[in-house]
Every structure is written in structure tokens, then in C-alpha cells.
């Protein structure tokens, strides 16, 4: 039973918790910015450079520009800028 005790307390422990929802919230964002990305920014690009897919550089450019979006919310939280 002691083990079982001292996973509570640990738990309980408020660093525990804020990683938790830090890591949920984080999730939620990144499909978020997927979404955005895939759905509206690679369209646009797709009209921009003439369209047709790009395979392995278009799967480089939705993941770079959903990292900056990503860094851009990040930066735009109060108090909350480690980038």
C-alpha cells in the first residue's frame, strides 16, 4: 500500500499536473495546426506555385510552417515564451 501512497503525492504534486495539461494542450494545438495548415495554407501555396502535390519537399513545407505557427503561438502567450 505504500507504493500505491506515495503515486498519489506524487501525482498531487502541482508540476505533475501543469506537464499533463501542458502536454494535452499541446496536442490539441498541433492537430490544430494541421488542420490549418493542410486545409488552408497548402492550398494557397499549391495556387501560388502552379499546384500539383510536391511528395517529400510538400511534407517538409506543411511541417515547417506548422512549426512557425506553432513558435508564433507559443511566443504569443503572456508569460510563456521559452522560444
Avoid: C, H, Q, Y
Wanted: aromatic share 8%; hydrophobic share 60%; charged share 10%.
Amino acid at each position: 500500500m505504500g507504493m500505491v501512497s506515495e503515486f498519489k503525492e506524487f501525482i498531487a504534486k502541482g508540476n505533475v499536473l501543469d506537464l499533463a495539461v501542458a502536454v494535452v494542450i499541446g496536442a490539441a494545438f498541433g492537430r490544430i495546426v494541421t488542420a490549418l495548415v493542410d486545409g488552408i495554407v497548402m492550398p494557397l501555396v499549391s495556387l501560388v506555385t502552379g499546384g500539383g502535390t510536391a511528395g517529400f519537399w510538400g511534407s517538409i513545407a506543411v511541417a515547417f510552417v506548422g512549426a512557425v505557427i506553432l513558435i508564433f503561438i507559443v511566443r504569443a502567450l503572456p508569460g510563456r515564451s521559452p522560444v
